[in-house]
């Protein structure tokens, strides 16, 4: 998993030093959120935060957590999906 991690990171996201990534994630994804960040953390300035599992698909982000996806330069979204 280790290699398409780095391309997501590098040529789909196009991450680069200096910049900002933001990865949401829950426990039940939390071990697969974990791997993004060491990768992740390896390129750019990088924080991880956990939510709960939503209760309803679509759910927009608690207010803390949509004002810092704002503040990166990306973010992903690891999140169960019911």
Known sequence: MGKAIKIIL????GIRKN?????ITDKKLESIARKFYRAASKIANTKIV????PKVHGTEPPKNIAKMIKMSWSFIEEISQL
């Open 19 to 23: 910049e900002s990534v933001l990865i």
């Open 50 to 53: 956990s939510i709960p599992i």
């Open 10 to 13: 590098e040529k789909c996201l």
